[in-house]
């Protein structure tokens, strides 16, 4: 018996333990990995009202803009969004040599709900951070 595409689709049941897609889930529920979707969608030179234009970086731009993050971090966060189709590596032959780094098709289409998820946590830190007061005032 052959396995059809959408066969296969329907195996994908994230609630199920053994479901490769709960590695994905993991992987792309990482901070860091939705502050580089979102970088290189260009949400960091966002303008009140513009849309931000996806754009390749080079690794030390991505390093000074992700304030916290070292340098293995980077560079392993890198390697895996690589490895997952949702960024490309480019090598330019320069001297020092130039690497950049811009999303695929793929990594765009999930940098438009990391961008949510970034936007959320920013405009709702106030509401959380009261919340937490008033339980950690009950809990005391």
């Not at 959408?6 to 049941?13: I, V």
């Not at 999303?103 to 919340?131: E, I, Y």
């Amino acid at each position: 018996m052959t396995t059809t595409k959408d066969d296969k689709k329907a195996e994908y049941n994230a609630f199920l333990a053994v479901c490769p897609s709960r590695q994905l889930l993991d992987r792309i529920s990482d901070k860091w990995v939705v502050l580089i979707l979102c970088a290189l969608g260009g949400d960091a030179s966002e303008q009140p009202g513009a849309s931000p234009a996806p754009k390749a970086m080079r690794f030390s731009e991505l390093a000074r803009l992700l304030a916290g993050v070292s340098q293995k971090m980077l560079t392993q966060t890198l390697r895996a969004l690589e490895r997952d189709g949702l960024l490309i590596r480019t090598v330019t032959p320069t001297v020092p040599v130039t690497v950049t780094y811009e999303l695929t098709d793929l990594g765009l289409s999930l940098h438009h709900l990391t961008r949510g998820l970034r936007q959320w946590a920013q405009t709702h830190m106030d509401q959380v951070f009261a919340n937490r007061e008033k339980h950690d005032a009950r809990a005391s």
